[in-house]
C-alpha cells in the first residue's frame, strides 16, 4: 500500500508543478510584452504559439539527439549483448510497453537515461560503467527504473520542461534586447503602471533562473515516481536500492554528459554533489532510504 500511495502522491505533485510551469510561462510572455509595449495581450498571444512551436520541434528530434549529445551506440541485435538486450526486453514485457531501441555509451562511470517521444518511440541507454560495476539484480533494477520513466511518459515530461526552459530563456533575451533598443530610442508608453513595470521587469531578469529552478523539481520529482514504479515492476527495491549506491559512491563524472540531459540520468552524471533547489536529482541517501521502506 505505501508503494502506491507514493506512486500517486508523485503523480499529483507532478501535474501542479508542471500547470505552474505553464502558467509561469504564459506570465513571463506577460510581463516582456507589457515591459516592451506597455501591453500584455500581445504576450498571452505570442507565447503559446511559439511555445508550441519550439516545443514540437524539439519533441520531434529529442532522442536522436540526445544520443548524438552523449556519444551513445545503438545496439541493434541480441547477439551484440545478450544480457542486457533480455533486461530491456524482460522490464518492457512487465511493464507493458513496446521494448525500446537499447544504447550503450563507452564511458566507465556507471549510470543509464531513458528518452522519447512516447512508449512507442522511447530507447534506454546505459554506460560501460554500469554494466562492468554492478550485478545482474543491481542493472536490472537500474533499467526497471528506465522503464518506469518510459511507461510513466516522465521522458515526453521532462523534454517538454526543457524546451519551455529555452522558451523562457529566448523569450527574455529578446525582450531585454527590445527594452535596450527601446531605451536608446527614449521612446516610453506613459500608460504603463509603474509597480507593473518593476514587476515586468524582475521577472524579464529571473525568469531564467526561476524556469530552471521548477525544471528541476519536476526533475526530482519524477525520479521518485519512477524510483517506486521500478520498484513495483522488479518486486525487489533493495536491487534498486543497492545500485543507487554504488552509483553514487563513484566520484567520476560521466564524461559526455552536459547540463542538458543530466536530468534524464538515473543519478547525477556531472557529480555536482549539489542538493536542494538546484539539484537535478533528488539526494540519493533519500531515495535509498524510501526504496528500504518499501
Known amino acids: 500500500m505505501l508503494l502506491y500511495e507514493q506512486i500517486r502522491k508523485n503523480k499529483v505533485k507532478t501535474v501542479f508543478i508542471v500547470t505552474g510551469f505553464v502558467l509561469f510561462v504564459l506570465l513571463v510572455g506577460a510581463a516582456i510584452s507589457y515591459v516592451t509595449y ?4 500581445p504576450g498571452l498571444i505570442f507565447t503559446p504559439i511559439f511555445s508550441l512551436f519550439y516545443v514540437g520541434i524539439v519533441i520531434m528530434s529529442s532522442t536522436n539527439i540526445v544520443m548524438k549529445m552523449n556519444r551513445a551506440q545503438e545496439v541493434t541485435s541480441v547477439e551484440e549483448h545478450r544480457f542486457l538486450w533480455h533486461t530491456v526486453e524482460n522490464m518492457a514485457m512487465v511493464a507493458r510497453v513496446p521494448m525500446p531501441r537499447i544504447f550503450i555509451i563507452n564511458d566507465p562511470s556507471p549510470n543509464a537515461f531513458a528518452t522519447g517521444l512516447k512508449p512507442e518511440k522511447a530507447a ?12 545482474r539484480e ?5 533499467i526497471a527504473h528506465e522503464v ?10 521532462s523534454t517538454v520542461t526543457l524546451a519551455l526552459v529555452s522558451v523562457i530563456a529566448i523569450m527574455s533575451d529578446i525582450g531585454s534586447r527590445m ?3 527601446r531605451s536608446i530610442g527614449g521612446r516610453r508608453d506613459q500608460n ?10 524582475v ?3 529571473l525568469a531564467p533562473l526561476i524556469a530552471m529552478l521548477i525544471n528541476m523539481a519536476i526533475s526530482r520529482n519524477r525520479e521518485f515516481l519512477a524510483d517506486a514504479s521500478g520498484a513495483e515492476l522488479t518486486r525487489n527495491p533493495d536491487a534498486l536500492a543497492s545500485a543507487l549506491e554504488k552509483i553514487a559512491n ?9 547540463s542538458a540531459s543530466a536530468p534524464l540520468y538515473f543519478s547525477d552524471p556531472l557529480k555536482k554533489k549539489v542538493s536542494g533547489l538546484f539539484s537535478t536529482h533528488p539526494d540519493p541517501v533519500e531515495r535509498i532510504s524510501r526504496l528500504r521502506q518499501m
Not at 506597455?38 to 495581450?41: L, M, Q, W
Not at 518506469?148 to 515530461?157: Q, S
Open 203 to 205: 521577472l524579464l531578469v
Open 124 to 135: 534506454v541507454a546505459v554506460t560501460t560503467g554500469l554494466l562492468d560495476r554492478l550485478s
Open 138 to 142: 543491481e542493472i536490472e533494477g537500474v
Open 38 to 41: 506597455g501591453d500584455a495581450v
Open 250 to 258: 563513484v566520484e567520476t563524472p560521466v564524461e559526455q554528459a552536459s
Open 148 to 157: 518506469a520513466h518510459i511507461k510513466n511518459y516522465d521522458v515526453r515530461l
Open 179 to 181: 527594452l535596450f533598443f
Open 192 to 201: 504603463q503602471n509603474p509597480i507593473f513595470m518593476i514587476i515586468g521587469l
